[in-house]
């Protein structure tokens, strides 16, 4: 079903691909044209189009990448929302144990604020990228609920008024929907969920909470999970505000066709989503029907978003290849963004544009 509705749409989306590629080189076609001139104008930026629904539309970034003028220019320019890609994790927030460093985190606020984009603030608590003193060593659940609480609180604090949104728990649960064994909740049960929550809201009661994950963008067991555990923590009254679906995305495992339907769920809780990592993989080579296809991938993923209120905006995990975290996790795996690695429009990036110029 899906290939044969892909296949049709994919064609007559390349005539209108051509057609787009011509408005975004700034060649405006009309009476004017015909008379043989050209006139060029400035194209709306994905941020200003997503702007036009009440979204954003976001790029990660790292530090290292700051020193690339060609790249922080489109950075600065094409997105209105910025995520941290590892500068806010613990690892880099407290190298030690009570000895807070917010300079990562601080050189990304202070670029998004030159730019006028807001930040997502990601992550408070996730099993990977912590410190060695937090790993190296067994905790009681007493001692390890007091350093918790304090990283939260001393980082939230750090970025209140800074950053709109925090990730505050990220990847908690395995696929089947049972919870991650990570040294939170192996020390402190699955409570410590709650905990952060409230520990976040209480150092900044304006920011929005989220619980992030992979996966999750179809409805199945681990999606399933965060539906069961957010309607338990609304009835409860925890400050829990939305729900970040990363979407890394493969074509070789099959476009999420449920993702519409889930959002929607989540949003009848009464709460915000957001697609807080998008990128979508290919088998190494790229070549054009790949290309095709993830644009294609990109465009519903958009539209989406789109379609359901509360979602609030899509972040990509960096927006080109140059500097995607793919080819180093999946071998002969990449092309994963809209932009290459030459810093040239792929046929996704019109296809997103094209997303938030029809709806
Ligand atoms: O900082 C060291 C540097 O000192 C060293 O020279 C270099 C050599 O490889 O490694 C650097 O650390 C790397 C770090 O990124 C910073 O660049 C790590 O090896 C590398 O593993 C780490 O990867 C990050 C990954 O999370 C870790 O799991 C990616 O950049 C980051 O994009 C990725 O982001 C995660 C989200 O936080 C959560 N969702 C999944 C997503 C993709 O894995």
Redesign the pocket.
Known sequence: MRTTRSTIRTRLRLAGAFATVLMAAGVVTGPAAQAGEERHVKQPTLAELAQRHGRYFGS?T?NPELTDRPYTEILGREFDQITP??GMKWYATEPEQGVFDFSKGDEIVNFARAHHQKVRG??LVWH??LPDWLTGREWTASELRAVLKKHIQTEVRHYRGKVFAWDVV?EAFNEDGTYRETIFYRTLGPGYIADSLRWAHEADPRVKLYLND?NIEAVGPKSDAYHRLAKELRAQGVPLHGIGM?A?LALQYGYPDTLEDNLRRFSRLGLDTALT?VDIRMELPADEAKLATQAEWYRDVTEACLAVRRCVGVTI?DYTDKYS?IPA?FEGEGAALPWDEELRRKPAYYAIREALIRR
């Open positions: 990660a790292d890609g590892n990601h992550t990977s990228q990220n992979y990363q890394h990592e995990w975290w996790f």
